[in-house]
Structure formats: C-alpha cells, structure tokens
C-alpha cells in the first residue's frame, strides 16, 4: 500500500480522530522538522500525520523547515501527501469555513529555503511545476467531498503569501487581479519540494476569513477561530472518507 502522510496546518495541529502507533523524532541533512511524525490509523489505514506549525503551533510560516519536513518524509517512505491549509478567501465562493481543492499555486513568498537542487545531496534539476498538485490525489479528494456530502470548490488558485502578517487590501486587490482564490502562507515551498523528491502532493484549503479588504472592515483572530472550527470539522470528515478511497 502507498504509504499516506497529512500535513496539518493553522487549526489542525492535532487530529483527534487518529488513533497513535508511534511517534519518532530525528534530524535531517537540513535541520529538524517541525515536529514528530506521528504514525497512526484512521479508518483502519495508515498514515503519518505532520503538524506544520509545530504542537503548539508555534513556527511563523516563514520560519518552517519545509525543507526538513519533506525530506524527513521521504525518508519514512512517504509517497503521497494531503496538505491541510487554512487560507483567507478572495472570490465570490471561497466563503469562511468553506473548502477548496486548489489546481494552480502563485508564489509571492520569498527568501525561503525553496529547493534541494542548491547543495551537493542532489544534482541540479529543472522539475516541470506546470501543474503543482498531483491530478490524481486530487481527484480521489474531491471524490472523498462528495462521498462524505461535503460542498467543496474543485479547482482554484492559491497566492502564497510571506506572512505572518495577513495581507493588505491593494495586495489582495492584485492578487485577484492575478488569478488568485484564495490567500496562504504556507503552500510553497512545501508543494515544490514534495515535487522535486518524486512525492505526490495535494492540498485542502480551508477558508478561514475574507481576504483583506473584502468585508470592509478589519480582520479578527476570533473570526478566523470561528470558522475554522467549522471548516475543520468538515476537512475532518472529508479525511475519513479519503481513507475509504486512498
């Protein structure tokens, strides 16, 4: 069987519903990750769970050792990844606690560690990233929505901000101008570099609050915990009837 791992995110540091096997914890080449990787089941399957921010989520997102995070999966044997983000909606139907499976990535990140391609472990390559998600894992994903009778927004953009701070109403202005759906902090490097390794790789978009400047009003970390404890409650349901279909 294809071994599994889920990347949690803001709002998804812990998954309840895994039932613990093990945990380990080691370094990589590029530092430690950020945290232990948590070998459960869910639905009778395996699978290895990864809190991106930390438990507690403590790491900026800027500050994440994706490089770390990815290669200490590979390294487990991880061939397919779901990553969970929470994100602020721009279009129309990224309503809060709203899910999306994005299609396409815009990368307004910068100063990251971005690519294993940089130091003498791996010989410089060009990977193809025309279409960053894989097709596949994808479509299994938006199978396990509607198995589970989730509504969800099959294809999207996703602009990857720098953060921490949330983004400007003119940013989200040209974002959109741009093609962008939704806005996070956390899709790249992290979707390159499952790429560069050979991983399949795929994200679930949770839509945490309007983008900057979409409500007219300002941005509170109480309404991003509101709706993300409804949107996770949905992604978690989603997960167990992709572990049906994985």
Known sequence: MTKLAIIG??????????????REQFTTPYGAPSADFITGELNGKEVIFLARHGNPHTIA????????????????????IVAVAAVGGITDVMTPAHIAI????????????????????YPLTHIDF??????????????????????????????????????????IK??????????????????????????DYAAVAVVANWAAGKTGGEITMAEIERHLHVGMAKLAELLKAFMTLA
């Open 174 to 199: 040209r974002m959109e101008q741009d093609g962008c759906d939704v806005v996070g902090m956390t899709g790249m490097p992290e979707a390159a570099l499952a790429k560069e390794l050979g991983m």
């Open 9 to 22: 995110g803001t709002g998804f540091a812990q998954f309840g519903d895994l039932t613990i096997i093990k």
């Open 130 to 171: 025309t279409y960053p998600y894989n097709q596949k894992l994808r479509a299994t994903l938006i199978s396990s929505a509607a198995k589970a009778n989730i509504n969800i927004t099959p294809i999207g953009t996703y602009g990857c901000a720098q953060g921490p701070r949330l983004e400007t109403a003119a940013e």
């Open 102 to 121: 994005p299609d396409q990535i815009i990368d307004y990140s910068h100063s990251r560690l971005h690519t294993f391609f940089d130091d003498e472990n």
């Open 61 to 80: 997102p800027h500050k994440i050792n994706y490089r770390a995070n990815i290669w200490g999966l590979k390294q487990l044997g991880v061939a397919q």
